[in-house]
């Protein structure tokens, strides 16, 4: 079973940055994409960035210029830099890891693996 650990989150000043972090773990043959969600007290949760083993990379628009999504393909990783953060991305962030695992030598099936999340408060 893969596993996701994230780190980074924590309260912050409005303009203020954090960089969140998440790491997966397991049998893992490859992780196809790799993605940050948030949700908000009363709110459904929501995609915030995405990328993929190629690096292609998408955003949520409240986000776009503000927050950049990158990957460790090696050490299994992907990272969220947050700046010029804002009362209203307040919310817990979640790590999302999509890929196939290995089951035995000659067999993989997919995961579809989620994080336990993080808080992030941002301050007015």
């Known amino acids: 079973q893969v596993q996701l650990v994230e780190s980074g989150g924590g309260l912050v000043q409005a303009g203020g940055s954090l960089r969140l972090s998440c790491t997966a773990s397991g049998n893992i043959f490859d992780i196809h994409a790799m993605n940050w969600y948030r949700q908000a007290p009363g709110k459904q949760r929501e995609l915030v960035a995405g990328i993929t083993i190629g690096g292609s990379t998408n955003y949520t628009d409240s986000v776009k210029g503000r927050f950049t999504i990158s990957r460790d393909n090696a050490k299994n990783t992907v990272y969220l830099q947050m700046n010029s953060l804002k009362p209203e991305d307040t919310a817990v962030y979640y790590c999302?890891?999509?890929?196939?695992?290995?089951?035995?030598?000659?067999?993989?099936?997919?995961?579809?693996?989620w994080g336990q999340g993080t808080q992030v408060t941002v301050s007015s």
């Open positions: 999302n890891a999509a890929g196939l695992e290995r089951l035995n030598s000659w067999q993989s099936r997919l995961f579809n693996s």
